[in-house]
């Protein structure tokens, strides 16, 4: 019987179970976190370049109407 406001006890082996499930539990949430920070990082870089392809488009479309009106 357990006293109220105490834990039970558990043998080695117990402690040595739990403690082995927690760290598959942590390592699996680590390489989920990883993996979504790797994706968010991936998406914003993506956006980035699109913007500075997208300028650098403009900005050659503005020479190319320089230069042919200089002419």
């Given at each position: 019987?357990?006293?109220?406001g105490?834990?039970?006890?558990?043998?080695?082996?117990?402690?040595?179970?739990?403690?082995?499930?927690?760290?598959?539990?942590?390592?699996?949430?680590?390489?989920i976190?990883?993996?979504?920070a790797?994706?968010?990082?991936?998406?914003?870089?993506?956006?980035i370049?699109?913007?500075?392809?997208?300028?650098?488009?403009?900005?050659?479309?503005?020479?190319?109407?320089?230069v042919?009106?200089?002419?």
């Open positions: 019987m357990q006293k109220r105490r834990p039970e006890l558990k043998s080695d082996n117990e402690t040595k179970e739990t403690f082995e499930k927690f760290k598959d539990c942590t390592s699996k949430l680590s390489c976190t990883e993996c979504e790797f994706s968010s990082g991936f998406i914003l870089d993506t956006r370049m699109a913007e500075v392809m997208q300028g650098l488009e403009e900005t050659e479309n503005m020479l190319q109407t320089t042919i009106s200089k002419l």
